[in-house]
C-alpha cells in the first residue's frame, strides 16, 4: 500500500522540521527555510542520516571535520557520529534516516 504525505499538510516534528513519509526502516523529513545560526549543540543519534540541500547553504560538522553544503549537494552522517549543523543562510533540505528518528 502507498502512502503519500503532502509538505503542505504535513504536520511539524519537535524540532521544527516537517514530518514526511515514514516506514519502517526509513523516515524523511524536511527543514524548511532554517534561520541562520550559530552552531547547534553537537549531538551523536542512534540512526544513520542521509540529506539533500534544496536551497542555501550550512556547513556540517562531523568528528572535527567541517563540509561545506549548497544547493544540490547531499551528505551522510554515520550513526553514532558527534556532529552539529551551522546554518549560514536560509537552508531547506530534504533528511532521510534510518532507523526513523524518533
Known amino acids: 500500500m502507498a502512502i503519500k504525505v503532502s509538505s503542505k499538510t504535513a504536520g511539524a516534528g519537535p524540532h521544527g522540521e516537517v514530518a514526511l513519509a515514514r516506514g519502517q526502516v526509513v523516515a524523511m523529513r ?3 527555510d532554517e534561520a541562520p545560526s550559530a552552531d547547534k549543540p553537537m549531538a551523536k543519534r542512534p540512526y ?3 540529506g539533500y540541500v534544496i536551497a542555501g547553504r550550512a556547513e556540517l560538522i562531523v568528528e572535527g571535520e567541517t563540509v561545506l553544503l549548497e544547493p544540490g549537494d547531499s551528505w551522510l552522517v ?3 557520529a558527534e556532529h ?3 546554518i ?3 537552508f531547506t533540505a530534504v533528511e532521510a534516516t534510518a532507523p526513523p528518528a524518533r
Open 78 to 80: 554515520p550513526e553514532g
Open 84 to 86: 552539529t549543523y551551522r
Open 30 to 32: 524536511m527543514w524548511r
Open 88 to 90: 549560514l543562510e536560509a
Open 48 to 50: 544513520e542520516t542521509v
